[in-house]
């Protein structure tokens, strides 16, 4: 069992930034991956970016390649999501995402991302 708590959504201009982070209430090293995904209104819950606890190998959709990253601190328990040149189109629920033997997600952080 682990609680995931996403921070660091709000509302930005296109082509702003904003920083996600997603603090977990144990280890994340006792995940073999974390990840962050989106669910915009109306659509399905999609892939955004994930990265393992171990070695870093991360993994980008391709509508992220370019300007989103996503990092970790394995000390702090924390993974996060550094979101670059954002785009009306990246308007959505973030959440994050720790995969093990199951998968466990947080309440999700809200991104809007208008003028």
């Known amino acids: 069992q682990v609680q995931l708590v996403e921070s660091g959504g709000g509302l930005v201009q296109p082509g702003g930034s904003l920083r996600l982070s997603c603090a977990a209430s144990r280890s994340i090293i006792n995940f073999p991956t974390m990840g962050w995904y989106r669910q915009a209104p109306g659509k399905q819950r999609e892939l955004v970016a994930t990265?393992?606890?171990?070695?870093?190998?991360?993994n980008y959709a391709d509508s992220a390649k370019g300007r989103f990253t996503i990092s970790r601190d394995n000390a702090k328990n924390t993974v996060y999501l550094q979101m670059n040149s954002l785009k009306p189109e990246d308007t959505a629920v973030y959440y994050c995402?720790?995969?093990?033997?199951?998968?466990?997600w947080g309440q999700g952080t809200q991104v809007t991302v208008s003028s």
């Open positions: 995402n720790a995969w093990g033997t199951r998968s466990y």
């Open positions: 990265i393992t606890t171990i070695g870093g190998s991360t």
